[in-house]
Structure formats: C-alpha cells, structure tokens
C-alpha cells in the first residue's frame, strides 16, 4: 500500500482563511488565520483579496514545514456558482470566472476555488471544490413561494448538512441513500433540510435569511411590515439587507451573535436573553417539524449539527420539541475541514465521480 494522499484544504471565511493538511483521513496539522477589518478594506472587492489569502496559505505552509510539490490535491470551500448538484467538482475556467467577477454572488467562500486552482497549478496537483452553498436539490413543488416573480432557492449549509446526514446514517446502521432526514445546521446561519434518498429535497434560503432567525439572520420576518418599513424610504437596500442577514437574529435582540455570551445573561438571570434565545429553539423546531410533512411523516432521524449544537440549551429546547417525530443525532461543530478532505480522498479514490462545472 502507498502513502496516503496529502490533501490541503483552504477555507476562506469573512474574517480568517483556515487551512489544513491532511494525510488521508487524518489531520496533519491546521489553524485559521485572522484578517483585521482594517487589512480587508483595502481590497475593493473579494477576489482582489486573493493576494492576503494566498500569503496567509504560504505563512502556515513554511511554519509547518510542507512541501506543496507533496500534494496530491488541494480543495477549497465552494462559493456562489450556479445552481448545482451535490458532488465533487473540478476547479475549471469557467468556475474561476464565475468566482473572481461574483457573477452568483459576493462571498469569502468565493476564494476557495481559486486559491485551490493557484496551488494546484503551480504544483502539479488536482484542484477540487465540495458541495458548495449553492447545491440544489430542491423537489418542483418546493420551488413555488406564493408568487411566479419570488421563486424560492437553495442557498444553504450543504457541506455540513450532507456530511453530517452520512454520518449520522453510519452511526445508525443506513445508507444515506435510502434514508429520509431532517437535518438543522446551527450556525451563524441556520439552515433546517429534508434529505430522501440522498438528495436535499426542501430547504430555507439561508443565506438570505429565510426561516428561523439565527446569531446574525432576523429569519422569514413578516411580510408586510417589511414591504412598509422599505416603502417609506428610512433605510435603503444595503440598509434592509443588513438588517436581515448580518444585524438580525441575536444580534437584534441582544445585541450580540454570541450564544456563549446570552447563555452567561441567562445564568445571571436575564428574563429577556432566556426569552430570546428560547425563541430561537422555537423556530428551529417549527422548521424541522414542517419538514415532517415533507417527508410525509417518514422520518428516519433528526440530525442537530453546526456549532450550536455544542450548546445543551439549544439542543434541548429544540430536542423536546420534535422528539416525538424521530430519533435525534447530534453531531456538533461544522466539520467543514474533514468533510472538504474526505471528499477530495473520495474524488483520488475513485469513489465519488468528479464533476465539470460549465
């Protein structure tokens, strides 16, 4: 037997850039490298902060000692492309494009596939992305949202959600291919979807903050009120969109997207943060038992993942909420690192076909 396959994998996010390397299945070393405010605003849009992203990937690479020329891939978190099918892609032309001018979208994760191609090309090694936010899987009849000019769309956690669905189907004896799951991703985002026989067949849009309000996201909020607030001309539309997804949720209410922050409120008694984050378990829950009626009933597991899924108090808020309606599996933490590595060691291997984007 050969060596296992060294993989590196890159992960932009809005504030640090997270690598890692892994020799198979086994993680070698990692660490998130931080970004100032001050550092990103000098780059007028994502892509030019490919430079900064690149020089943090080569910091890590020299203090650890790799050899890049060692590498059998590189893989990166995949950003706002067009819709797509759940897989394993190769980095191309066309998805670099995509990804520099924001074509989809404006997005850290955008970086991913172009620092995997950079690397890739200047070493010799396969460039990969997985399961990008912008999978879609989404049955006909999900698709309507009440209004032909509104269609709804899939933006969610798909790396997570299908890397935590196969685990918790590992644990429970199944194939995810023929299992029916309600799997919630709680994060920063939460995003609550029904898996059937391997596909994503409903899910909130959350990265534009429909469904249960989250840390940062106000969630599906009333209509009208909205239509109201935006007519009489108080906040413009970078205003509103802020409202909604980086200032709603948590950090409305509380003033923070910190849930280790609202728990200490609660522990010293705050009536209110109790009340708020109570809330939040409420939406969660309501979103994973509509999912029962997706699933005609038929569910095989709910699976609670994503960093709030560390927190006891969210996991049993929501937990006594919809335990009636299947086994819950916790699978805490967004285990984006190992689930990038473990797809691009089953693209090496053969096991999952490499897909062209185009």
């Not at 070393?29 to 900064?52: G, V």
């Not at 009536?271 to 569910?299: F, K």
């Amino acid at each position: 037997m050969g060596d296992p396959a060294r993989i590196l994998v890159v992960n932009p996010g809005s504030t640090s850039t997270k690598v890692a390397l892994f020799a198979g299945s086994t993680e070698v070393c990692a660490d998130a490298r931080a970004h100032s405010t001050i550092e990103l605003a000098a780059y007028p849009t994502i892509a030019a902060q490919a430079t900064l992203r690149r020089a943090a990937i080569d910091e890590f690479v020299q203090e650890n000692g790799i050899d890049l020329r060692s590498l059998d891939a590189a893989i990166g978190r995949g950003g706002l492309l067009k819709p797509l099918q759940s897989g394993v892609y190769a980095v191309n032309d066309a998805m670099c494009d995509d990804l520099r001018s924001a074509r989809y979208g404006a997005h850290a994760s955008n970086l991913g596939g172009i620092l995997a191609r950079d690397i890739a090309e200047e070493v010799g090694c396969f460039a990969f992305i997985a399961d990008p936010v912008v999978v879609d899987e989404l049955d006909d009849v999900a698709r309507l949202s009440g209004h032909p000019e509104l269609p709804r769309r899939s933006i969610f956690h798909a790396l997570n959600q299908k890397s935590a669905a196969r685990e918790a189907c590992r644990r429970l004896g199944r194939s995810y291919e023929s299992s029916a799951l309600i799997v919630a991703h709680m994060g920063g985002g939460i995003s609550v979807g029904a898996h059937r026989d391997g596909r994503v067949i409903d899910v909130n849009n959350a990265l534009d903050g429909e469904g249960p309000f989250s840390p940062e996201r106000a969630g599906t909020v009333p209509a009208g009120q909205l239509a109201e607030m935006t007519a009489c001309g108080d906040r413009d539309l970078p205003a509103v969109r802020r409202m909604l997804t980086g200032a709603g949720g948590l950090v409305a209410y509380c003033g923070t997207n910190d849930v280790r922050e609202v728990r200490s409120r609660i522990d010293a008694g705050d009536g209110e943060a109790r009340l708020v984050l109570a809330a939040m378990c409420y939406q969660v829950a309501g979103e994973i038992a509509s999912h029962g009626a997706t699933l005609c009933g038929a569910v095989d597991a709910i699976v609670l993942t994503g960093g709030l899924a560390h927190d006891d108090f969210v996991v049993s808020e929501v937990s006594r909420r919809v335990e009636y309606l299947a086994r819950i599996v916790v699978i805490p933490g967004e285990r984006e690192m190992v689930s990038l590595a473990a797809a691009a060691l089953d693209a090496l291997s053969g096991e999952r076909e490499v897909r062209r984007y185009g």
